[in-house]
């Protein structure tokens, strides 16, 4: 682990990264987050982040947009694809988002030694996202879209609709 990583995870008070959030962006970050402070991060203003999420933006960019609520115990983790979360956005409680994924083409050497991949989060505006839903590497949610509790998704999804499943599936067009 590089020693400026390092800092960034277990130097650094939760309380100093909240105040440095309202500060820098003009939102608020409850101080029990942990929020892997970096360069690649950008919050809107106005957007709130509960308590025991996770952030973490260190390979790659992390943009929130602005009216933005994250709920508790959420996880969002950006690679060099980064993740995308549009303006005024509803994130329910342990709530998954992950930018990045692993190799498994060679069968003769372990996961976690090949080398991860990452193609990339985009999530649009005015979007739901149910609670414990999953958000996978390579995702495209457009405009309007509500994310049913417990659902994965991991391809493209239209705009208006309403997802459900796992995998994640269309089961209303909302008009």
Not at 14 to 25: I, Q, T
Not at 31 to 53: D, M, N, P, Q
Not at 61 to 89: F, M, Y
Not at 144 to 149: R, Y
Request: hydrophobic letters at 45%; proline letters at 5%.
């Amino acid at each position: 682990m590089k020693l400026a990583v390092f800092a960034r995870r277990f130097l650094i008070p939760a309380p100093l990264v909240s105040l440095v959030c309202f500060v820098k962006f003009r939102c608020l970050v409850h101080y029990r987050t942990e929020v892997e402070y970096s360069r690649h991060l950008k919050i809107g203003r106005k957007t709130f982040i509960a308590a025991f999420t996770k952030i973490k933006a260190d390979r790659g960019p992390l943009v929130i947009g602005k009216n933005v609520a994250i709920a508790d115990g959420c996880h969002i983790e950006s690679s060099e694809a980064g993740v995308t979360i549009g303006d005024d956005c509803l994130l329910g409680p342990h709530v998954t988002i992950i930018g990045v994924n692993y190799a498994h083409d060679k069968l003769d050497v372990p996961f976690r030694m090949q080398p991860g991949r990452s193609k990339g989060i985009a999530i649009g505006q005015n979007v739901w996202i149910g609670s414990g839903a999953c958000i996978l590497d390579g995702s495209s949610i457009g405009n309007n879209v509500i994310i049913t509790p417990n659902s994965v998704v991991s391809a493209k999804v239209p705009d208006n609709v309403i997802m459900q499943g796992n995998p994640a599936k269309v089961i209303f067009k909302r008009r």
